[in-house]
């Protein structure tokens, strides 16, 4: 669902905001806490925040952003050094703009409804009430909030939705490729592997395709922490400290598994213990292949792989179960085929 983006004037506008009317040498103050007040950098002056959250509204719909994460950043830095950096004042960072330029805007086109005129003159300051800015970016963050989340691409073209819970962005679904990033083949086979195997192999469940849509594929550990990356650009495999994160958002204990797996039992066997998906992550049960080559527990639970290490042959995972709420922390065998669930870097 690439939504829309666009363009460098408006994230240049967000940055000349951000760097040049947080700070100027002499301030006017007019004793009101209620307002925030803007002065030029000494040489770059700009329109007032409200002005410019007033016209960001009106011309939403010609701004073509990546997806909803994208635009959600813009405006929680803007916010944020709007209220932070007020005393501060810095050149353009040439650096810092190529970067978000990089990571927020596909479309480098000027878009002519941002092509805000900026003010040179020199000691001309704004008053904006606070109140104002925060009922406009409000308005801002609500249109934003309708955005889909991004899109991702792996290297056989598989397509998969992502989610944002908390500061983190996860692949909505289990991962599928069958080949690294550079190209190479991550090979499979029918026979047994010893449990001190560092092989390197990915399964269908069941060796049945017709799983794959659904479930995604089995991996052993070796094949998802190879240094050819088995997730896409920009995307790794989460620590244990990054499954931790997301447990513990969602509250741990007995209510994080339940808000992690998929509602229903369209996948999952019953009763589907706790099930909400209210995080929208949409755990699936994909089972697991041991290493005498069976496929045990599809329908019952879901194993995904961490990069921590438990000793020579095991490392530890996070666990789902049909008849259960909880995130369960698990050890299990590096020769096991598990799912995969990439986290963006």
């Known amino acids: 669902m690439k939504t829309k983006i666009n363009l460098i004037n408006c994230i ?6 951000s760097v040049t009317f947080f700070g100027c040498n002499d301030p006017v103050k007019d004793g009101s806490k209620s307002a925030i007040l803007f002065c030029d950098c000494n040489k770059i002056k700009t329109q007032n925040t409200s002005t410019f959250l007033k016209k960001f509204n009106e011309d939403f ?6 997806d909803k994460n994208a635009a959600k950043k813009i405006m929680d830095s803007f916010k944020r050094q709007i209220m932070t950096e007020f005393n501060k004042c810095d050149s353009i960072a040439e650096k810092r703009f190529s970067e978000i330029q990089e990571k927020y805007v596909i479309d480098k086109e000027k878009n002519e409804k941002f092509n805000y005129s900026f003010n040179g ?44 819970i908390g500061t983190q962005v996860w692949m909505k679904e289990n991962l599928k490729v069958t080949k690294y990033r550079n190209g190479d083949v991550i090979a499979t086979t029918t026979g047994s592997i010893p449990d001190n195997s560092t092989s390197k192999y990915q399964w269908a469940y069941n060796n049945d395709n017709n799983n794959i ?15 050819r990356n088995v997730c896409p650009a920009g995307w790794h495999i989460p620590t244990a400290e990054e499954w931790t994160t997301l447990d513990n958002y969602l509250g741990g204990g007995g209510e994080a598994g339940g808000k992690l797996k998929e509602a229903g039992t369209t996948h999952w066997n019953s009763p589907n213990t706790g099930a909400d998906n209210s995080s929208g992550f949409t755990a699936l049960p994909g ?17 995904w792989w961490s990069v921590a290490g438990d ?3 095991n490392v530890w995972d996070r666990n789902l179960n049909f008849d259960d709420a909880n995130v369960h922390l698990i050890a299990s065998i ?6 995969v669930r990439c986290l963006r870097d």
């Open 287 to 303: 089972g697991d292949r041991d290493a005498d080559g069976s496929f045990n527990n599809l329908g019952n639970g879901g194993t």
């Open 334 to 339: 590096k020769s096991y085929g598990l799912s």
């Open 311 to 313: 000793g020579s042959t």
């Open 12 to 17: 240049a506008l967000f940055l000349l905001l």
């Open 121 to 164: 003159q020199k000691g001309l300051c704004k008053n904006d009430k606070q109140s104002e800015i925060n009922d406009l970016s409000s308005q801002a963050m609500n249109k934003i909030s309708n955005l889909p989340e991004e899109e991702i691409t792996d290297i056989d073209g598989n397509v998969y939705n992502t989610v944002t």
């Open 61 to 66: 719909d010609n701004i073509k952003f990546k």
């Open 213 to 227: 849509a659904v479930y995604g594929r089995l991996y052993t550990w070796y094949a998802v922490t190879d240094s």
